[in-house]
């Protein structure tokens, strides 16, 4: 009996189901909810947890594998609409203290969507929600270090550099329309370069997987 080969789906595929259920998650948002959410944002985040990843090959280091751990991180950005630009700078912590330093630029469409209303005040108003979902996803720039980054970086420190696609899910709970404690998970692709950076030498070129959770302490200033 002929037997049928395994359906492997590529990195592209996977991308495009990823968009696909995104786009599902954003049409099914109802008008209440989105009328709710804010138009603009002003956002910036401190975050603990950890994060860790894995290259296609055992032969290449993986900037991720190499700095998997606990981590801290600050984060910094702005949404208008549903579409959010992000700058991060990430510590990882490791048996030994202070490990490898990720610095990231993100860009990429971001979704807030109420899930508890907040009720209204004694004039009639709506009071901002309790609780919000913030599903996203996005694409951009990574730059690393094994050890904690000096300023001002320089290529001497670099371990890695290069593309990188990250899921997001979060949940917050708000305290007032500006604090928010929650907590979120994180996964993605990353292609890198090793610290010579040549393009056209693919040995110390680093493609794979990335994956993180981290408490979050955020506030948002926006309309």
Known sequence: MKTLPRFRPSAIQIAGLALL??????????????????????HGAIL????????????????????????????VGARLLVVDLSLRFQQMVNSGGSGGTLLSAMFGPSLEIPVKRGGKDAQGRQKPPE????????????????????APLTDAQLAGKGLLTMARFGVERMFGPILGVGAQIEGGYHYLLGASGVLNGAKDHSSGWQLGGFATLAFHLGV
């Not at 090959?57 to 606990?70: M, V």
């Not at 599903?135 to 270090?145: D, E, N, R, Y």
């Open 48 to 75: 603990a947890g950890g994060m860790t990843g894995r290259g296609s090959s055992s032969a290449t280091p993986d900037l991720f594998h190499q700095t998997e751990g606990a981590a801290f991180a600050a984060e």
């Open 131 to 150: 609780v919000v979902i913030r599903p996203s996803m996005a694409a951009g720039l990574v730059f690393g270090t094994l050890v904690p980054v000096k």
């Open 21 to 42: 259920a995104f786009a599902s998650l954003t049409v099914a948002t109802t008008d209440k909810a989105r009328a709710q959410a804010k138009l603009f944002d002003i």
